[in-house]
């Protein structure tokens, strides 16, 4: 596999690639947990993520990980622990403030703004790159073409790297199912993120179309710099493109490594597999 | 690169048209009224037309665009209508040219119906669909109630205003305007077509470009999926709040139209039925149709006049159209033939069909 | 001491045939997730078929109420079957529109077959009153009646969805229509059943609540069907013990602040306490909080 990297300490402890030692992190979680009544949900959860690391966040049903991301995002406030993006704590930020620091997410039961066209979904994701305020746009003033031609422009840019120009005018609902994950990935780009986080992206994909996104979750990561956190149960994919993972069950850390790492921790192998597999 | 012009072109293309069609509905409708071949009764209803469009416009802005029931949008006309004829009323003399006078209503009018909605938006848009309307229609009731119960004069020393009981101590010269549940009782009428039709364009033009720039996909992205909205970066208090207030700021402005158009209005015209009046135009127009709204607030003000042969069936056929209405347009089967009948009469002219599809997917 | 005695007796009375009305709202509610705004005018008609069954046909007045109960339930699950059934899978919006609709024709054929011009209606318990602590305290008949019925269809109702089969029915079809389905239940008949129940309840809410306020018009049942409504909201709308809860604060709610604070305003009032309590609970006072799932 092209993606063997090797993988280094940093002086929180956890690891990320060689590459992106001398830069700080782009993502660090210290202790962060989570209760939902009596439920933990999430407890003392570390994680460390290098500036173009793409990083794989696995565990059997039910261990979390989704909750992680809204955990991540600010969807849920966390119950305890620091999230700092870039060096700076998200605390008690709005989902959409946590966005434009620059976590973008894409769902694991699709959430597309499914009434709009494609373009139209790029374009909300770009909103925030749109300069002119709500009144310049009633009044249509020449700034206000300016900036929309702009973004349209960006749009297709975008939706080039997944060769979907040409649904630029489709309405988003509408679009096979393979197209609207592409597209959720897309509109997350567009919010111009320095992580992106994507949950289940080769859910319901046959080999050949996982095989497809494996390449282009690598060419978006190459292209944007950008550093990738994903949740995925494909294990080839996770395999494959992953360099640095991180295993949770019941909430918590089991194991944290390299692809050879994880595929031989006895201690994952029995959180999957249960007591018999591991022996 | 060409497709996303076409994009632009093909919203475009619809919102001319609804221009269009209101530009030359007022045409011939001035010009009808004008040499008189229009009936007194269908005259007396063009002021009342526009400004239901209005409401129908405004209230699609929150029911099809932002994706929130309303049912208390009547309270915004109410407030609109109040104080839109009271600054009308108290400038009479400060202010001679009546075209000024209205306007200067309307302006107050949608700025307190604004200030209103501000008021109610801020807590009703924390709650969620049925909810949320139940809210704004108790927002309506209570509006009507305190303007049932509001004391409003002028005399030279300014406006004087109290409630439940008249203790206005006006002066000789003072008049009352707004006499609690008996209402305004002596407005000037200074409502007209123009004024209405104006009105109705000024709402087209800043609804369709709210919608169509990144304010108004803002506002259907928190339609369509709130928290994927949210997790791109939209701030979903901010842009549900423009939503609400702009449509409560136009409902005000039509509230000044409508309430000039009449010598008396009482707050009991502003009530539960009246939104949900506007609700039905809105729904039957289809949600987010502009046009939709525009046609079918028109058709639906005529109808009750134009079954008056029918007497006093007309009510009974004007609820069993709804309801009909509604089935066909909403019921598997019914819709089924419908789309078939559609078809039929779309085949007779593949022509322009093709054209405007080359258009669509030309690159 | 006295008089708040008798303003809490009356409040709770009013809010007793607010109940009643609201159960018919939250079960329709919490069954086919509509907004049933007809219901109020069905309260009407009953009202007026009882009317008409004891003033024109001598009835005894237990009968008219039987009546109206009768012609309430075949009316309800017939506009069931003719506009919301065909509407199932449509959006609420257009089945809201419809039940306006209904609501419109109810209203306007009332007032074809009935005229408008208001009736009397006598009380179906007589108008006599009972006497307390030596006179000091005197209670109408009525609202005995009214809050003992109120107690009766509360526990009726509680063992029905409790403990028989179509009213676990009913309530598995609420919770999910589609499980409740493959689970061999008959979701058309379990809705048209609870149409019936709402229907024939608010028959009986038209009869007590015209012999407290006596004067009958085809637009009677109109602004007692959504203070109900509110009710409904107020204790958590698809809540049966909600709606209960809902509607006696709401009657006591109006009743004291038309003694305590404005006649006027207790309209305004009632409102204003409806949107405080769902600011401080979103779901209603009984309602679930469901979070979204992520």
């Keep these: ?279 | 690169m060409k497709t996303k012009k076409m994009t632009l072109n093909r919203n475009a293309r619809k919102n001319y048209l609804t221009y269009g069609l209101v530009i030359a509905a007022y045409a011939i409708l001035q010009t009808m009224s004008t040499t008189g071949a229009i009936s007194s009764s269908l005259k007396g209803m063009l002021v009342p037309i526009c400004a239901y469009v209005v409401m129908a416009i405004s209230l699609n802005l929150t029911v099809g665009v932002l994706g929130e029931l309303s049912l208390g949008h009547a309270g915004f006309m109410s407030v609109g209508a109040f104080t839109g004829v009271t600054a009308a009323m108290s400038l009479q003399t400060a202010v001679p040219s009546p075209v000024l006078r209205l306007l200067i209503g309307m302006i107050t009018g949608a700025v307190f119906a604004a200030i209103a909605g501000v008021l109610i938006g801020i807590p009703v848009l924390r709650l969620k669909g049925d909810y949320l309307a139940i809210v704004t229609l108790a927002f309506g009731e209570i509006i009507k109630s305190i303007i049932n119960n509001l004391y409003v004069g002028v005399d030279e020393h300014g406006l004087q205003i109290s409630i439940l009981t008249n203790k206005l101590a006006l002066s000789d010269n003072g008049k009352i305007i707004i006499n609690g549940p008996m209402g305004i009782t002596t407005i000037e009428k200074l409502s007209t077509f123009t004024a209405g039709f104006l009105l109705v364009m000024v709402t087209l033009f800043i609804v369709f470009n709210l919608v169509n720039s990144r304010s108004g996909r803002a506002i259907m992205a928190i339609r369509d999926n709130r928290i994927a909205a949210e997790s791109v970066g939209v701030n979903i208090v901010k842009y549900r709040l423009m939503a609400f207030v702009t449509s409560a700021a136009l409902a005000g402005a039509s509230g000044t139209l409508f309430a000039m158009n009449y010598s008396t209005i009482i707050a009991n015209k502003f009530d539960f039925n009246t939104s949900i009046l506007v609700l039905v135009f809105v729904v039957l127009g289809g949600l987010g149709n502009m046009l939709g709204s525009i046609i079918a607030a028109a058709a639906l003000t005529i109808l009750p006049e134009a079954l008056r042969q029918f007497a006093d069936y007309r009510m009974l056929i004007y609820a069993i159209v709804l309801i009909l209405v509604m089935l066909v347009t909403n019921n598997p089967t019914l819709k089924g033939y419908l789309d078939i009948a559609k078809q039929k009469l779309v085949r007779k002219k593949p022509a322009a069909q093709a054209a405007e599809g080359g258009g669509d997917n030309g690159k | 001491m006295m008089t708040f005695l008798n303003y809490l007796l009356s409040g709770i009375s009013l809010g007793s045939i607010y109940a009643i009305i609201a159960l018919g709202y939250t079960m329709v509610y919490g069954i086919a997730k509509m907004l049933n705004f007809a219901h109020g005018d069905v309260i009407m008609v009953g009202a007026y078929i009882c009317f008409f069954a004891v003033s024109r046909y001598s009835l005894p007045p237990l009968l008219g109420v039987i009546a109206a109960m009768a012609v309430c339930t075949v009316l309800g699950v017939i506009v069931e079957r003719l506009a919301y059934k065909p509407l199932r899978s449509a959006p609420s919006l257009a089945v809201l529109i419809t039940a306006i609709g209904v609501s419109y024709f109810l209203q306007n054929g009332a007032q074809l077959l009935w005229t408008p011009n208001p009736k009397v209606f006598s009380s179906v318990v007589g108008t006599n009153r009972l006497a307390l602590f030596g006179g000091q305290l005197t209670v109408s008949y009525v609202t005995l009646v009214t809050i003992a019925s109120c107690v009766v269809i509360m526990v009726a109702l509680t063992w029905f969805t409790g403990k028989t089969k179509t009213g676990k029915a009913m309530r598995a079809c609420s919770e999910d229509k589609g499980a409740a389905q493959l689970m061999g239940i008959n979701v058309n008949s379990t809705i048209s059943v609870t149409f019936a129940i709402g229907s024939g309840l608010a028959a009986i809410a038209g009869v007590l609540l015209c012999s407290a306020y006596p004067t009958l018009v085809p637009t009677t049942g109109a602004m007692p069907g959504i203070k109900a409504f509110t009710a409904a909201v107020f204790g958590g709308i698809g809540s049966i013990p909600g709606a209960m809860l809902g509607g006696i604060l709401l009657g006591v709610i109006e009743i004291f602040s038309k003694a305590y604070i404005s006649t006027q305003l207790s309209d305004a009032v009632v409102f204003a306490v409806l949107i405080i309590v769902l600011l401080v609970k979103p779901a209603g006072l009984l309602g679930k909080q469901v979070r979204e799932k992520v």
């Design chain 1, 1 to 279: 596999m092209a993606n063997k990297v090797k993988l280094v300490p940093v002086p929180s402890q956890s690891v990320i690639p060689e590459r992106d030692i001398d830069k700080s992190p782009i993502l660090e979680t210290h202790h962060l947990g989570i209760d939902f009544g009596g439920l933990v949900a999430v407890d003392d959860f570390n994680l460390t993520i290098g500036r173009t690391e793409i990083a794989g966040l696995i565990g059997p049903n039910g261990a979390g990980k989704t909750t992680i991301f809204n955990l991540l995002t600010n969807v849920y406030q966390p119950t305890r622990g620091t999230i700092l993006l870039d060096g700076k704590s998200t605390k008690g930020m709005k989902t959409s403030q946590v966005c434009k620091m620059g976590i973008a997410r894409t769902f694991q039961n699709i959430r597309l703004f499914s009434d709009m066209t494609v373009m139209e979904n790029i374009l909300v994701g770009l909103h925030d790159e749109m300069d002119y305020n709500t009144l310049s746009a009633v009044l249509r003033m020449p700034w206000f073409f300016r900036s929309e031609r702009i973004a349209r422009e960006r749009a297709i840019e975008l939706l080039s790297i997944f060769n979907m120009e040409d649904m630029a005018d489709a309405v988003a609902g509408s679009l096979p199912y393979g197209a609207q994950r592409r597209l959720e990935i897309l509109r997350a780009l567009a919010t111009n993120p320095s992580l992106l986080l994507l949950d289940e992206p080769a859910a319901g994909m046959n080999p050949s179309e996982t095989e497809e996104l494996m390449e282009n979750i690598r060419r978006i990561r190459d292209m944007f710099q950008i550093a990738v956190l994903l949740i995925e149960h494909d294990m080839n994919l996770v395999m494959g493109i992953c360099e640095g993972i991180c295993v949770v069950n019941y909430g918590k850390v089991i194991a944290k490594g390299d692809p050879d790492q994880i595929k031989n921790d006895p201690v994952v192998i029995e959180a999957y597999l249960g007591k018999k597999g591991a022996k």
